[in-house]
T-cell receptor, first 116, second 112 residues
């Protein structure tokens, strides 16, 4: 159990376009999901916390108007990179928290975004 | 916010030897400390975790120790095998459901 999927696994887009990434918890409900960004050979950088039914909480330095997060249901959170630029190219990973008393975090497989 | 530091950044050991990775955290309110293993191009996988009410936890060849007073925790891998080669991340979380803050990662290479 505790499977998290992410779609697409990779995407190439032109500069100025928007890209939507989906994160789904397949066999459990997740009121909280996280979105991370990971650069090559670097750690995971938390971008925002996505809470079902409420606005996302963004980490300092992350532009909320550029990285739109919607957590519309207990199994789905989406990250939309708006007006993408080459510097947005990165590996984006989501994760979902399972349970209310435990803090178990399960990661999606990640999405490789390349902006030309 | 929480600041997690991790050392070393790279570690090479001979197969069969032990490997130790250390992390420190800054916020005494952190109460959950998971360790993740990430193989190249794959998602991080939880390998072991420890909560602040426990000082040590062991799972076969993997163990984690926590010193709340000093605010540091360590991952110990014994009898290392080539398949242990990966990047390992420590993390700290302040209360259930809150954000996780990750260390910078340790690239472990086990030499056959």
């Amino acid at each position: 159990g505790a499977v998290v999927s992410q779609h697409p696994s990779w995407v190439i887009c032109k500069s100025g376009t928007s890209v939507k990434i989906e994160c789904r918890s397949l066999d459990f409900q997740a009121t909280t999901m996280f979105w991370y960004r990971q650069f090559p050979k670097q750690s995971l950088m938390l971008m925002a916390t996505s809470n079902e039914g409420s606005k996302a909480t963004y980490e300092q330095g992350v532009e909320k108007d550029k990285f739109l997060i919607n957590h519309a249901s207990l199994t789905l959170s989406t990250l939309t990179v708006t007006s993408a630029h080459p510097e947005d190219s990165s590996f984006y990973i989501c994760s979902a928290l399972r349970g209310s008393s435990y803090n178990e975090q399960f990661f999606g497989p990640g999405t490789r975004l390349t902006v030309l | 916010g929480e600041n997690v530091e991790q050392h070393p950044s790279t570690l090479s050991v001979q197969e069969g030897d032990s490997a130790v990775i250390k992390c420190t955290y800054s916020d005494s309110a952190s109460n959950y400390f998971p360790w993740y293993k990430q193989e190249l191009g794959k998602r991080p996988q939880l390998i072991i975790d420890i909560r602040s009410n426990v000082g040590e936890k062991k799972d076969q060849r993997i163990a984690v120790t926590l010193n709340k007073t000093a605010k540091h925790f360590s991952l110990h891998i014994t009898e290392t095998q080539p398949e242990d080669s990966a990047v390992y991340f420590c993390a700290a979380s302040i209360s259930f459901g809150n954000q996780f803050y990750f260390g910078t990662g340790t690239s472990l290479t086990v030499i056959p």
